[in-house]
């Protein structure tokens, strides 16, 4: 958690802290991913559960907490397995790279990369879908900012060659993302149908 301010406030220089600290995977999800991952969670469980989901209508359609519950477990390992699947990403792209880092140092990147992602959530406090979407593909865009500097650095190559090789990353993390986003879509409104 020491790095989240970092990351926003100096991401070069947060970079290069990361890429020494040799992290493991176990230590970085539970104290890294398990507690971030939780803030979409939790936000979208309050606001789907007191508030109700806006879809502009000007009615909010709440969900009951049982379902609510349900739903935000399969959301959380949804979002666990996102960050995953973008380390085996990371490092099959990297796999041409003479110094291609392991499958844990790529999984501990992604689960920093994806950082700005997690803070978005706090936006599903309120869970009107153009504001979640909104904040969402600023949060996206900051992440592929992550990934522009954190790349080159992190496998040692030039930046231009890290401009391509974050450009395909965030690409791939645009898909899983938008399979991410279209799951929890239908999980929440899967969990609307059984009020």
Known sequence: MNHVW??????????????????TVSHHYT??????AAIPVICAFIGTTQIGWNLGSGQNIPINLMTGLGLGVLFYLLILGAVAVMGRVIHWMARSYPQRP?????TVFAGYVATPLFLSGIVALYPLVWLCLLVGAVALAYTGYLLYVG??????????????????????????F?????????????????V
């Open 151 to 176: 790349i080159p650095m992190f496998l040692n190559i030039d930046r231009d060659e890290g401009l391509r090789f974050s450009g395909s990353t965030l690409a791939i993390g645009v898909l899983v």
């Open 102 to 106: 392991g499958l844990a140092r790529c």
């Open 31 to 36: 104290h890294h991913v398990l507690l971030m």
């Open 6 to 23: 970092g990351l926003l406030a100096h991401p070069g220089q947060e970079m290069r802290s990361i890429k020494q600290e040799n992290e």
């Open 178 to 194: 938008e399979v991410l986003l279209a799951l929890t879509v239908v999980l929440w409104g899967y969990g609307y149908h059984l």
